[in-house]
Each structure stands twice: as C-alpha cells, then as structure tokens.
C-alpha cells in the first residue's frame, strides 16, 4: 500500500485511505466463452465507440454511460483509477483496488487461474493469425523489457515464450491458447535495429496492421521497464495506442529492483512516465506494477484480465 500510495495522488490516497464505506467483495464469476450473435458487428476493441480518444483508451473496455452530474470524489477516481464496468466510482474503497496498481475490480473479475497453455501458432502477417475468435491479450514492449519473462512467468512454465539474452529475438505474431478458451500473443518488440539484416523488419507496418485489424483483441498489455526513466518510445507507443483506440493496460516490469546502483527507484520512475502520461489522457490507463523475478503482480494481473475478458464476452 505504501508503495503505492507514493505513485497515485496524495489526495486519492488519503480519501481512499479514510474511506468510511464498506469493503466491496468482488462476486465470483466462472468464465464461459460464448459470443453473441451479434458479435461480427463489435469490433471487440472499443464498446465506446463514440468517446474521444483518450478516454476511449483509457476505458479498455466499458460499456456504463454516466447519468447526470458526478461528485469531485467520482471525477477525481476516474482521473486517476481505473474504474471497471460494473462499478459506481462513488462507492470506490481502498479494498477494491489491487495492490500495486490503480485497477478497481469489479462484478466482472472471475476465474482467473491458467490450468493450460498450449503454442497454437507463429503468423509473419496479421491476416495469417487464427480465425476462430477467440479472445485475445497482445503483449507488447520495448525489446529487452522482459517481455517473454512475464509470459513464462504469466502460466508458471519455463520456455513456453522465448527468453534470451538479445533483444529482439522474436519476430512473428505468436498466439499461445490458454484454456482453450483465449489467446495470449505475443508480439515483436520494437526499438531494436541491431538484429541482422535478414532477421530486420518493418516493426510500424508489421505490428500496427495487427492491432488496426484484429476485432478478437481485448487490449494490449504495454511492457514498461520500471527500472529506467520514461523513454520516448514507450510514450510514443502509448500514444500511438491511445489515438487508434486501442485499449491497453501498462505494465511495469522490473519493479524488483527497489536498490539501483544509480538513477531512480522504479516507483519514481513509474510516477514520472504517468505524470507524462496524463497529459494526454483524461482518464488514466489501468496500470499495474510486476516482478517476473519474485512474482509480484502475477495473480493480480490475471484477475485485472479475467475481468477484462469476461466483460469482453458480454
């Protein structure tokens, strides 16, 4: 909590610190796959079409309207939490917000244990990745920020994504079916011009075309590397995410390392990539903090994408 409260606003802090309102419990719900008829017409990316980039974004997956005027504690939770459908920001407590995050849990948040994981596939174009419509998570970063640490780390089995010392090593769309009900992808990561001429790929055309045409993805979860300051390229991409509507969740890794030999803790670090961050969002992403090294975040994650996926389903 302590943690945390240094990252989010001192005054959202203290008002969820002191809150008087009684405890939310999030109603279990199992998770059945099983689209609507009417599912060729939902893009699956955005349910709020009509809202503005930023808050579209930000929203990652919300269908609730707001009707009529909503308090300056309501305005103030929205601006700096993630507040899931299902969920009035007037009865936001401490106890509905996951630890190391900003991420509220709602009535949607349901079974959320990987039991099986299986590699389905490898697509060099978007139009080649499975057809059979299931939900998905991208797992996007910067090469090198431990992306396929925090796969193999997300179904506890060692190698089932591709872990090396060279950045840049995957170079497909992967898709990994999870409970033979979702997929988790994972994608190239991008800022590596190092790899060899014949391994080199257009990352802007590749990637993006996957993102602008796949109606099955939930959101993107944005790798950041915590131990570092904001870099340029992070901020670009989130932005990039942002204006496309795509929804996304950020996902600080390496936050493990409390003691640098130099620079900054990964907590400031965080809380200088979202003050750059809110500039252009008016409601925050959800973001959450991870460790593929002790674990941290792990479960936490998983519950934020149970809810995620089974709103998505709705």
Same mark, same amino acid.
């Given at each position: 909590m302590l943690l945390r409260n240094r990252i989010l606003s001192p005054q959202l802090s203290s008002f969820l610190s002191h809150s008087s309102l009684l405890p939310f419990?999030?109603?279990?719900?199992?998770?059945?796959?099983?689209?609507?008829t009417h599912f060729s017409n939902?893009?699956?990316?955005?349910?709020?079409?009509?809202?503005?980039?930023?808050a579209?974004?930000?929203?990652?997956?919300?269908?609730?309207?707001?009707?009529?005027?909503?308090?300056?504690?309501?305005?103030?939770?929205?601006?700096?939490?993630?507040?899931?459908?299902?969920v009035d920001p007037e009865v936001v407590t401490e106890e509905m917000v996951?630890?190391?995050?900003?991420?509220?849990?709602?009535p949607y948040a349901g079974e959320s244990r990987i039991k099986e994981v299986v590699f389905v596939k490898s697509s060099g174009?978007?139009?080649?990745?499975?057809?059979?419509? +299931?939900?998905?998570?991208?797992? #996007?970063?910067?090469?090198?920020? !431990? $992306?396929?640490? &925090? *796969? =193999?780390?997300?179904? +506890?089995?060692?190698?089932?994504? #591709?872990?090396?010392?060279?950045? !840049? $090593?995957?170079? &497909? *769309? =992967?898709?990994?079916?999870?409970?033979k009900s979702w997929y988790i992808v994972d994608l190239p990561g991008y800022g590596f011009a190092k790899a060899p001429d014949a391994?080199?790929?257009?990352?802007?055309?590749?990637?993006?075309?996957?993102?602008?045409?796949?109606?099955?993805?939930?959101?993107?979860?944005?790798?950041i590397d915590a131990s570092v300051p904001p870099q340029k390229i992070d901020l670009d991409c989130a932005n990039w995410l942002g204006r496309n509507n795509i929804p996304m969740?950020?996902?600080?890794?390496?936050?493990?390392?409390?003691k640098p030999s130099k620079g900054k803790r990964p907590d400031e670090?965080?809380?200088?990539?979202?003050?750059?961050?809110?500039?252009?969002?008016?409601?925050?992403?959800?973001?959450?903090?991870?460790?593929s090294v002790t674990g941290l975040g792990r479960d936490d994650l998983l519950l934020h994408m149970s809810q995620l996926r089974n709103y998505w389903d709705q």
């Amino acid at each position: 909590m302590l943690l945390r409260n240094r990252i989010l606003s001192p005054q959202l802090s203290s008002f969820l610190s002191h809150s008087s309102l009684l405890p939310f419990q999030p109603k279990p719900r199992p998770f059945t796959l099983s689209f609507p008829t009417h599912f060729s017409n939902w893009t699956g990316r955005n349910p709020t079409q009509n809202a503005s980039t930023s808050a579209s974004a930000s929203a990652s997956a919300s269908k609730t309207t707001q009707s009529g005027p909503i308090s300056d504690t309501a305005r103030l939770v929205r601006t700096v939490l993630f507040v899931p459908p299902g969920v009035d920001p007037e009865v936001v407590t401490e106890e509905m917000v996951l630890p190391n995050s900003n991420i509220v849990v709602g009535p949607y948040a349901g079974e959320s244990r990987i039991k099986e994981v299986v590699f389905v596939k490898s697509s060099g174009k978007a139009k080649e990745c499975p057809k059979d419509h +299931r939900p998905e998570f991208a797992i #996007l970063g910067r090469s090198n920020v !431990g $992306k396929s640490s &925090l *796969i =193999n780390s997300l179904v +506890r089995k060692k190698e089932v994504a #591709l872990t090396s010392k060279k950045p !840049g $090593k995957t170079q &497909l *769309i =992967n898709h990994f079916l999870v409970n033979k009900s979702w997929y988790i992808v994972d994608l190239p990561g991008y800022g590596f011009a190092k790899a060899p001429d014949a391994a080199r790929m257009d990352w802007s055309s590749f990637t993006k075309g996957y993102f602008l045409n796949r109606d099955t993805l939930v959101a993107v979860l944005l790798l950041i590397d915590a131990s570092v300051p904001p870099q340029k390229i992070d901020l670009d991409c989130a932005n990039w995410l942002g204006r496309n509507n795509i929804p996304m969740t950020l996902v600080f890794t390496k936050c493990d390392k409390m003691k640098p030999s130099k620079g900054k803790r990964p907590d400031e670090n965080i809380r200088d990539f979202q003050e750059v961050i809110k500039q252009n969002y008016r409601e925050h992403p959800p973001w959450i903090m991870t460790s593929s090294v002790t674990g941290l975040g792990r479960d936490d994650l998983l519950l934020h994408m149970s809810q995620l996926r089974n709103y998505w389903d709705q």
